[in-house]
């Protein structure tokens, strides 16, 4: 994209003060700007003319099942799985863009190190948990693993000088998450820097899209993938390409499915399974009533009990279908970091404009089917989000000493 073919764009749509410094950059800025001003949708910043909280459906329940069903299903289930897994139609994605600074670090969040008596790092917890399918099905898997624009070549070198933590190289693959751009309050593109704008990741509702982007679709169809375990990188427990999970959801046809904890108490902050216009969907801690957090099934068990912890699987043919479905991009305000009309860097202490992110509960809203199912919440959610109290590195170092793991 040339100059004259930037400024047509940005006029287009009301954003030409991203050229303010243009002709001041050096050549390799321009360059760079350039390439942004292209790459860019600019569209989803009409969003801040109409931010308000979209309106949820009528929200009920949904049947999850329950660790006692599983349990009399496992060997039947377990197999279904290692077949597709022996047969390469299983791989896992990891959701990596972060960084880790609530946790005190300005690296990516997978290179903080939690070991206690030697280095052990979040990102070796997940190859570590990944080789433990390996083991069990015999046969590599493919592990896709995302960045962002601001871990990426810390990521990748990261992995490099580690050796990939003795998992097969060749069955790595890296990708970017998608960025979108961030504004203030009447829609206009911040900048963070004179010849860059100011952006974020699209939300962890992208991953797929960015997935797409990135050419890793020619990947999965190459090797015959057909259903793809998506999942956080801050859970230091959880299992992936799970056996039984993945042969449950493969021998009930579901579309997607979602491993849920039971709630500790009604008034858990956790987002949990439930209908959504009678399609499966989430809904937000805050988002239940009082009523909906107290109320009984005929069991006597909470109604909305099976909180989420961002480990999904979905049939690729379902995900293709989304690509051509339009998901909504949500928006949020943050201190967002930009340069003032003087092209001064100013860190604001308030909150100065939006965010915009894509939602994967919106993915799963678009798909008829999914089984939420139950595992040991002391055996596979070991969050970090915190250095210290709750879903921290602290409790993720106990938990994972209660089930053998040497920090």
Partial sequence: ?????????????????????????????????????????????????????????????????????????RQRFEAAGIKALQEGKAAAVLLAGGMGTRLGSDKPKGMYNIGITKE?????????????????????????????????????????????????????????????????????????????????????????????????LDIIKMHGIEYLNVFAVDNVLQRIADPVFLGAVIEQNYACGSKVIRKVSPEEKVGVM????????????????????YEKTTDGDLAYNFGVILNYLFRVDQLESLLRNTLPYHVAEKKIPYIDQNGNSVVPKETNGYKYELFILDMISMLDTCLPFEVVREKEFAPIKNKTGVDSVESAQKLLQQNGIEL
């Fill in 120 to 216: 052990l790092y979040i990102f070796e917890r997940m190859i570590a948990n990944l080789m433990e399918t390996v083991r069990t099905a015999g046969t590599k898997l493919h592990l896709f693993i995302m960045t962002s624009d601001k871990n990426h070549t810390q990521t990748t070198e990261f992995f490099a000088e580690k050796q990939y933590f003795g998992y097969d190289r060749n069955y790595i693959h890296f990708f970017k998450q998608e960025m979108a751009p961030a504004s203030d309050y009447n829609g206009l593109a911040l900048m963070e820097e004179k010849w860059k704008i100011a952006t974020s990741p699209n939300g962890n509702g992208g991953w797929f899209k960015s997935m797409a982007g990135s050419g890793m």
């Fill in 274 to 293: 439930c209908l959504e216009n009678n399609h499966p969907s989430i809904v937000e801690y805050y988002e239940l009533t009082e009523e909906m957090r």
């Fill in 1 to 73: 994209m040339n100059y004259n073919e930037a400024y047509a764009k940005l006029e287009q749509c009301g954003q030409l003060h991203i050229l303010k410094y243009y002709h001041e950059l050096t050549q390799e800025q321009q360059n760079a700007l350039l390439t942004e001003i292209e790459e860019t949708d600019f569209s989803v910043l009409k969003l801040a003319e109409k931010q308000s909280i979209p309106k949820r459906g009528m929200i009920s329940p949904i049947p999850a099942m329950p660790l006692s069903e599983i349990e009399k299903q």
